[in-house]
């Protein structure tokens, strides 16, 4: 029995795959996306249990889907679990009406930290 749908939006092919087979290891079903366009189409395919975002990438960036998950009310719960390169530079009080229930830093989390923050979102 799986432990709960994830996708992860991600431009980062290497930080994906490292993500995603984390998340598998912890019995998680996990759709990915490499943009926030690829991300919006795998939503509509069917909605997560929980996002996990790569918040600055190139085209459209995380607000833009954040705004986007907002707008429906099948999607305005999710939570979203940020990860990002610059996670001090974001403030925690704005984003958290996003959806966003944890930020984390690629630069000092490890690997299961990701898997921790999902299991807390679900």
């Not at 799986?2 to 991600?10: K, M």
Request: charge should be negative.
């Amino acid at each position: 029995m799986s432990a709960g749908h994830v996708l992860v939006i991600e431009d980062d092919q290497w930080f994906l795959s490292l993500v995603k087979k984390t998340l598998e290891r912890n019995e998680f079903i996990v759709a990915t996306a490499g943009n926030i366009i690829e991300g919006m189409a795998e939503i509509n395919k069917g909605v997560p249990d929980v996002i996990i975002l790569d918040f600055f990438m190139p085209g459209p960036n995380a607000l833009v889907l954040l705004h986007e998950l907002q707008s429906y009310g099948d999607t305005a719960e999710v939570p979203v679990v940020l990860c990002t390169n610059n996670a001090s530079d974001i403030p925690r009080d704005a984003i958290s009406a996003y959806g966003v229930v944890s930020i984390l830093d690629k630069t000092t989390m490890h690997p299961e930290d990701i898997a921790a923050a999902v299991r807390r979102a679900i």
